[in-house]
């Protein structure tokens, strides 16, 4: 995966850069360390500067995240709450209220997530979704992740400039840091979900008492 990110940043420059991180946004697996570590390493030995790959990487970012909102969009609060009022709803043991819960939270904080998210990987992409079905307005997204990725971007590309040819040891401590931060996200999840069942069995069992 790696050698092929290379030959295509390599052969295409910035076109490369921009495509290749609008894939990583869509697509999370890819990685985008790899990307801008050596983007920035490039700009020592080739007509890239920082500001030109910072300014491709962005536009790229931008574009792979306007992707997912829209996807997010297709996938709306309506058609969620339709989907969690027939089988798949009980089998999940969700409700119509736990959709409507999730979405004034992400309408109240949903600004703060979107932005902080974009320096999580992984996250920074998926959480274009959530920010689509929940309706934010498309203006606030674009600032936001425009912001967020530009800041994300420049770090990653000064570092691999200011690095040269240890460029990959940047980026193996973003893997690392990538790697932790799932982690941690898998057993938040594991925990809330433990929680939330827990609250809600003991609401059924005050339900029956009464």
């Known amino acids: 995966m790696q050698e092929i990110i290379i030959n295509i940043m390599n052969q295409f420059g910035y076109l490369g850069i921009l495509l290749l991180i609008m894939i990583e946004n869509v697509f999370p697996p890819i990685p985008s360390e790899v990307i801008l570590c050596f ?3 490039m700009t020592n030995s080739t007509n890239l500067t920082i500001l030109g790959v910072i300014i491709a ?13 829209f996807l997010g969009k297709i996938l709306n609060k309506e058609r969620l709450i339709k989907i969690i009022s027939g089988k798949i709803g009980k089998v999940l043991r969700l409700k119509v209220k736990d959709i409507e819960k999730a979405d004034y939270w992400f309408d109240t ?3 703060k997530t979107v932005f902080f998210c974009r320096f999580i990987p992984i996250v920074r992409s998926l959480i274009s979704i959530p920010a689509g079905m929940s309706e934010m ?3 606030k997204f674009i600032t936001l992740t425009t912001l967020g990725t530009t800041i994300w971007n420049t770090i990653l590309t000064v570092l691999g400039s200011i690095m040269g040819e240890n460029w990959y040891k940047v980026a193996s401590f973003i893997d690392e840091y990538a790697t932790i931060t799932l982690i941690i996200l898998v057993i938040l999840f594991i925990i809330g979900t433990v929680y939330f069942y827990s609250k809600r069995s003991d609401a059924i069992k005050t ?3 009464k």
Do not use: E, N
């Open 39 to 41: 983007g920035g390493f």
């Open 137 to 139: 307005p498309f203006w």
């Open 207 to 209: 339900r029956k008492i």
């Open 109 to 111: 904080k949903g600004s």
């Open 57 to 69: 990487s962005t536009i790229g970012s931008v574009l792979g995240a306007i992707i997912l909102y």
